[in-house]
């Protein structure tokens, strides 16, 4: 049977704006029709190429070779990993070789190139070794400082220069009935890393300005 590839494309687009119609509901009827106006207009989402000859990404090490080398600690074998016993894509490597010489590192690849693993696997392998060294338990690890949601949520208009025409007012907790008791002060604290000698992490300020710059959200620093 043929396939038309303008047809399936189609079909991804419209496929695509039933999943954002039902994944994003604006209660507020002005912000609901500008929505389905905006995607009522728009033909497709994401323009070509409907073919890629883009070559894969780099590969490295596998991870059992990593273990051998008593990179990481054996356990990290028994996950069930996506890649099996594929070797790994480069940058999982070198996160993972980062991650056990306990040096920061970020990872910006594109989709599907298993940026999840990046973190994972540091992490884990982290884990299991401080069980060995006899440090078992619950770790935090959250930027410094604390805010309430309301100040986060007045943060991320500050940075990005919005001025709303109402002002954001706070809200209690009590005022929210939910059938789960929420804490009224649930700050996480870093002690165990600080004590294991685990860099400070940032002000939380300084993380969101961060992200929101390489989500492209700020003007790029020189």
């Known amino acids: ?46 323009r070509g190429p409907y073919v890629t000859l883009a070559r894969e990404f780099e590969r490295g090490r596998r991870l059992r070779e990593l273990v051998d ?13 996506p890649f099996g016993d594929e070797p790994l894509f480069q940058h999982q490597e070198r996160s993972a070789l980062a991650g056990a010489a ?19 696997i540091p992490v884990l392998d982290h884990c299991l070794k401080a069980h060995e060294r006899g440090e078992p338990g619950v770790y935090h690890a959250t930027c410094e400082g604390s805010c309430t949601w309301h100040a ?21 907790s009590r005022d929210f009935q939910t059938p789960v008791r929420r804490p009224g002060f649930s700050v996480l604290e870093n002690a165990r890393l600080k004590r294991m000698g685990i860099a400070a992490m940032p002000h939380w300020r300084d993380a969101l300005r961060r992200y929101l710059r390489l989500a492209g959200h700020l003007p790029k620093t020189s």
């Open 1 to 46: 049977m043929s396939v038309s590839a303008p047809t399936a494309v189609r079909h991804v687009v419209e496929e695509y704006k039933r999943y954002l119609r039902t994944s994003f509901r604006f209660l507020d009827p002005h912000l609901r029709a500008q929505f389905e106006e905006h995607l009522q207009r728009m033909d497709v989402l994401v």
């Open 69 to 81: 080398e008593g990179v990481l600690d054996p356990g990290v074998l028994r996950a069930a990993w």
């Open 152 to 172: 986060f949520g007045v943060a991320v208009l500050e940075e990005c220069g919005i001025a709303p025409r109402v002002a954001p007012e706070p809200s209690r």
């Open 102 to 120: 306990g040096r920061p590192f970020l990872v910006t690849t594109g989709t599907g190139s298993g940026k999840t693993e990046c973190f994972l």
